[in-house]
């Protein structure tokens, strides 16, 4: 069938085959010209479109020309012929608009007009279409003007647009127009729009249209056979064809290996479309499983001649490979075990296996129990790995209505943690794998799910399991990899298939494992073997307990009933060493003082109730070697912080309380007010300043999980998308009572010691501690560099109290934890939680005297600090981030007794 296709491409060139393929000129002239009360009316239209657009009275407009022209269609068709927009590819140009207008006005007068579409208007009117390129404007007009009766028509214009190499309009027009049948020939559209790499064309080409997805996936799979070289014969083709901006990953085996095997999958085809892509994949499966016996060493006894024979099959070319493989591999042995299996004629074993056939000969005569079948596979391995401590009646297989009750009731009962994990049969072939088991183990026992008894059957159950266990939050479900398990159980399992695969009840080993190594120094209890480097869970066993996993019956036929006994231990322990790995892991975190529960709880992105300095200071630590980085705003490091631990987040509603500090929001441009407030009260708030439409500030949102607060038509458009809890539509007006509104809606906990325990300019909480006369160190250093760089430097800005102009101290007093005058009462009378009790991050001695910077090269901004303030004022701290300088003063007084007043929860 191949060859028959690729003989009718060459014959066929690559014209397509059109029944009635007329020559026709395109000539518009007759509807260009009108008289000149038409060319007032267009004039009028013209300018009231450019006023106001798409609107009421554009439509007025339209709809009165329409009702008085004798013939609409072709009035309209005359005034389509005459607007000056035809070429913008938009739903908003004034063609489409009267195209819209009409179609509306039309569809209810159809029959009273239907002796007026005639065929010399339709004609010109297929000639607009053809002469301009909004594909919108094409559709509707197609649809009103009743062209699909004569929709071939259109096929000159699509064959033109392929002589003139524009695959992707012809492909957008045939699809418009319903013509995909007329491209069935591969090489006249479909492979150069897969040369160039546009899939998704290919795609809606195909759809609903299995003869072409029958001969596209026949023409490609011939490419793919054995002995021919793909890249070749699409280089000559491209040459032959002279295709433009092809890409070339597109003309390689394994690109093409992919795209045959996704659509012959999503088109149902069955594996004799595709018999090479087939053939070529046993290859690749074999060399796979050789790898793994001889290379790995991870494969061996019954479940490697289990995925042999299924790899192989009756495929005699496979079969041949196989015995060759074996030979080179220098196991004759097996290799002559196989050939004989396979009945294979001698004269077609390799060398090395002829000769070795007769010594073999020799010793099964001498020796007739070698030649017994039990004996074939007996490999000792010198590895010791980890085993099941576990009494074998302990694990307990699910396979019918009795069992499954069971599980449920008496198996889930009290159970606060399960270790989850899966299994499929591997398949290498255009046949999909199904899921196979689902292990589910407990503190006491493992339950082995069997998916293919029960799958199909007891729904009901399944959807109980759904509630009772996988949406219940109070049951921690440990998985290693856990997304890959989820997502075949939710594929495989209807009653599962809305399962989430993170948050609350979610916990991945893997990722937990990454947490502690990249943000804890963490130490395992073993050492492992350092030749055995992979992120795996054989790996992370061994670290936590000594010894790996034996793997070798991972590849294996999981279809198979009964199972072997070396199947069911293997199942029973992949899910029960979760639960192991996990308390390792949390006695050893006790030991090395980590926070273990934090870091579940972060796993499962459950927004922590404590603060979290503790965590930040230890990933300050594991991070010191790169503190060197400069860091310019607080954005930019709180996103860096952020981006690790929000990956594929889904948004939990809020529970209890939350600390102020710790909760995390971002406004839009027309909360400023708010914004400053929720600062002010020490939350984490971003503000995005210019951001009318919300886009900016959702963003922020969704990517670093925020809530998002707004007062505009955002939250219509996002709250779908960010999730409930994570979007608020703010209702008061002044920002005071906002402030009220958001922190009670949020049940949002705020502590004296919270108050300007951020900076209010870039809302960064890591400020150094200075003295008054590191204070004028810095200035020594200020003046210094504004004259090394030429500045004139001002002398009364530090000195002169005079020179200080009423509106910077307004401004910046606002700012300023405490203005001038009576600094030294308030500190008498509240210094003990002004000095050190703030939720921020209060450093010394992190200051570049000489530089006048902070820890992250920012400058100091020793200019905006009034001269009577670095008189009188003892303590200074100055933001790490932007370098703003603040100070105690009166104006925390009244922020305290004032505004904040019955916010603030006094302890
Ligand atoms: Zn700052």
Redesign the pocket.
């Known amino acids: 069938m191949a060859q028959q296709f690729n003989r009718c491409g060459k014959d066929m060139g690559t014209q397509i085959d059109v029944p009635f393929l007329q020559e026709k000129e395109n000539d518009l002239s007759y509807y260009t010209s009108i008289d000149d009360a038409t060319k007032t009316w267009l004039n009028t239209l013209h300018c009231t479109w450019g006023l106001w657009k798409k609107s009421d009275g554009v439509t007025k407009m339209l709809t009165d020309y329409f009702s008085t022209a004798p013939n609409p269609y072709l009035s309209v068709l005359r005034i389509l012929v005459n607007v000056s927009d035809k070429s913008i590819k938009s739903k908003m140009s004034l063609s489409f608009t009267v195209a819209e207008d009409f179609s509306k006005w039309i569809s209810s007068r159809k029959d009273v007009y239907k002796d007026f579409l005639q065929a010399d208007i339709k004609s010109a009117t297929f000639d607009l279409l053809t002469m301009q390129k909004n594909l919108q404007l094409t559709k509707i007009v197609f649809d009103t003007y009743k062209l699909a009766e004569h929709k071939e028509l259109f096929l000159p214009a699509l064959q033109n647009m392929i002589t003139e190499k524009r695959y992707k309009d012809a492909a957008q027009y045939a699809c418009i127009l319903h013509l995909q049948s007329y491209f069935l020939n591969p090489e006249v559209l479909l492979l150069p729009l897969i040369l160039q790499n546009k899939l998704t064309l290919v795609d809606d080409l195909l759809v609903n249209c299995m003869e072409a997805q029958k001969a596209l996936i026949t023409y490609l799979d011939d490419l793919l056979a054995s002995g021919k070289n793909i890249e070749t014969a699409l280089e000559a083709f491209v040459d032959r064809n002279q295709i433009p901006e092809v890409k070339i990953s597109t003309m390689q085996l394994r690109p093409m290996n992919k795209l045959v095997g996704r659509l012959a999958k999503q088109y149902n085809l069955p594996p004799e479309y595709c018999p090479n892509l087939n053939q070529r994949r046993g290859e690749g499966a074999l060399k796979f499983l050789i790898y793994k016996r001889y290379v790995d060493c991870k494969i061996r006894g019954e479940s490697w001649n289990e995925m042999v024979r299924e790899t192989v099959g009756t495929d005699s070319r496979l079969q041949f490979e196989l015995v060759k493989s074996l030979a080179q591999a220098n196991d004759t042995k097996e290799a002559l075990r196989w050939a004989k299996d396979y009945k294979m004629p001698k004269d077609q074993w390799p060398w090395a296996l002829v000769d070795c056939a007769e010594v073999e000969l020799e010793d099964l005569n001498t020796n007739p129990e070698v030649a017994a079948e039990e004996n074939w596979d007996v490999e000792e391995d010198p590895i010791r790995y980890h085993t099941l401590h576990l009494p074998r009646g302990s694990i307990k297989i699910v396979n019918d209505t009795r069992t499954f009750e069971e599980f449920l009731t008496k198996g889930l009962k009290e159970v606060k943690i399960v270790g989850i994990d899966s299994e499929w049969k591997p398949s290498f072939g255009t046949k999909q794998s199904d899921l196979a088991l689902i292990q589910i183990a407990t503190k006491t026992t493992v339950y082995i799910l069997d998916v293919i008894s029960t799958g199909k059957e007891l729904t009901d159950l399944w959807a109980k399991i759904g509630i009772m266990l996988f949406d219940n939050k109070n049951i921690l479900k440990l998985g290693f990899g856990l997304a890959h398990d989820i997502g075949m159980i939710r594929e495989s399992l209807p009653a599962l298939a809305s399962i989430k695969a993170t948050g609350q009840g979610y916990m991945d080993l893997l990722h937990l494992w990454r947490k502690l190594t990249k943000e804890h120094c963490f130490q395992f209890p073993y050492k492992g073997d350092s030749a055995f480097t992979n992120e795996s869970l054989s790996k992370l066993v061994e670290l936590c307990m000594g010894h790996r996993l034996n793997k070798s019956d991972q590849f294996s036929n999981w279809e198979r009933r009964p199972l072997r006994e070396s199947q069911l231990t293997y199942a029973a322990l992949d899910a029960y060493c979760l639960l192991e790995i996990f308390e390792v892991l949390r006695v050893q975190c006790a030991r090395l003082d980590v926070a273990f529960n934090e870091l579940c709880a972060e796993t499962q992105h459950i927004p922590s109730k404590l603060p979290k300095k503790n965590l930040r200071k230890q990933a300050a630590k594991a991070g010191s070697g790169t503190s060197s980085i400069s860091i310019h705003t607080?954005e930019s490091s709180v996103q860096k912080f952020d981006q690790k631990n929000t990956e594929n987040i889904k948004v939990e509603p809020w529970t209890g309380m939350q600390a102020a500090h710790e909760w995390r929001v971002v406004c839009d441009s027309m909360l400023g007010g708010l914004a400053r407030q929720l600062r002010m009260c020490g939350c984490d708030c971003i503000y995005v300043e210019f951001d009318r439409r919300g886009d900016q500030s959702a963003k922020i949102a969704m990517q670093q999980k925020r809530v998002f607060l707004t007062r505009g038509s955002a939250y219509n458009r996002f709250a779908p998308s960010i999730g409930q809890g994570y979007c608020y539509r703010v209702l008061e007006d002044k920002p005071e009572d906002q402030l009220k509104e958001v922190l009670n809606n949020f049940r949002v906990l705020v502590m004296p010691k919270d108050i300007f325990s951020?900076?209010?300019?870039?809302?960064?909480d890591e400020f150094v501690q200075v003295s008054r006369n590191t204070i004028f160190e810095l200035e020594k250093s200020f003046t210094k560099i504004r004259h090394r760089n030429g500045h004139k430097f001002h002398q009364g800005a530090f000195r002169d109290v005079d020179n200080v102009t009423a509106a910077s101290t307004a401004t910046d007093s606002d700012t300023n934890l405490i203005s001038n005058q009576d600094s030294t009462l308030i500190h008498e009378k509240r210094g003990t939680f002004y000095n050190c009790n703030r939720t921020w991050r209060l450093t010394t001695e992190t200051l570049d005297i000489a530089s006048c910077a902070t820890r992250h090269r920012v400058t100091v901004q020793l200019d905006k600090v009034p001269p009577n303030v670095l008189k009188n004022v003892e303590q200074f701290y100055i933001?790490?981030?932007?370098?703003?300088v603040y100070w105690d003063g009166s104006h925390m007084e009244r922020t305290l007794n004032g505004t904040l007043r019955d916010i603030i929860v006094w302890q």
């Open positions: 607080a951020r900076c209010q300019i870039c809302n960064y933001c790490e981030c932007c370098g703003k």
